[in-house]
T-cell receptor, first 115, second 111 residues
Framework: DAGVIQSPRHEVTEMGQEVTLRCKPISGHDYLFWYRQTMMRGLELLIYFNNNVPIDDSGMPEDRFSAKMPNASFSTLKIQPSEPRDSAVYFC?????????????FGPGTRLTVL | LAKTTQPISMDSYEGQEVNITCSHNNIATNDYITWYQQFPSQGPRFIIQGYKTKVTNEVASLFIPADRKSSTLSLPRVSLSDTAVYYCLVVPSGGYNKLIFGAGTRLAVHP
């Protein structure tokens, strides 16, 4: 298996622009998570899905952030409009209860820079 | 969720055994102890999980005393490639529960 796939790996954009991050979870995994990592705040859970349904979005910072999972093999995290404080590494992870819920498989991350 | 406390950083040399201790004084009966490893520019990676006593896999060993208020991750004979941040997490069993990552322990292995 190729593992969790994220694209793009790096994104540089200007303040006010829309940014879309993409994630393909491991096949067969029914949980998908979006995290954000910064030096100041560490690794934070933004939102997670179970069977394509958003379960907990309490970590989403504000209305500028939105996430969708139209099918079991694809999810997007969108920021509109983007701001410099959104600069961070965004990770997607997946797992299934058939393994262990503690065992999440993380993707390589997308490093976002908002100028 | 039980709060965890671990050292911010540690230094070691190649070939040495490294032990990272994590405190979780208010761990609940159904909580498991889980460790993740994060290399620079990569996402965290699950390395080991345990409930009590000792667990060993190809990467590390996890020692958990009877009172379960602490745990120790042991890395045998570290190499430069073990330089990473190590996170200790306490997670309830059953169903899905959020993983709360603290600051972790930044391990630097020197030649």
């Amino acid at each position: 298996d190729a593992g969790v796939i994220q694209s793009p790996r790096h994104e540089v954009t200007e303040m006010g622009q829309e940014v879309t991050l993409r994630c393909k979870p491991i096949s067969g995994h029914d949980y998908l998570f979006w995290y954000r990592q910064t030096m100041m705040r560490g690794l934070e859970l933004l939102i997670y899905f179970n069977n394509n349904v958003p379960i907990d979005d309490s970590g989403m910072p504000e209305d500028r952030f939105s996430a969708k999972m139209p099918n079991a093999s694809f999810s997007t995290l969108k920021i509109q409009p983007s701001e410099p404080r959104d600069s961070a590494v965004y990770f997607c992870a997946s797992t299934t209860l058939g393994l262990s819920t503690d065992t999440q498989y993380f993707g390589p991350g997308t490093r976002l820079t908002v100028l | 969720l039980a709060k965890t406390t671990q050292p911010i950083s540690m230094d070691s040399y190649e070939g040495q055994e490294v032990n990272i201790t994590c405190s979780h004084n208010n761990i609940a009966t159904n909580d498991y102890i889980t460790w993740y490893q994060q290399f620079p520019s990569q996402g965290p990676r699950f390395i080991i999980q345990g409930y009590k006593t000792k667990v060993t896999n190809e990467v590390a060993s996890l020692f958990i005393p009877a009172d379960r208020k602490s745990s120790t991750l042991s890395l045998p004979r570290v190499s430069l490639s073990d330089t990473a941040v190590y996170y200790c997490l306490v997670v309830p069993s059953g169903g899905y529960n959020k993983l709360i990552f603290g600051a972790g322990t930044r391990l630097a292995v020197h030649p």
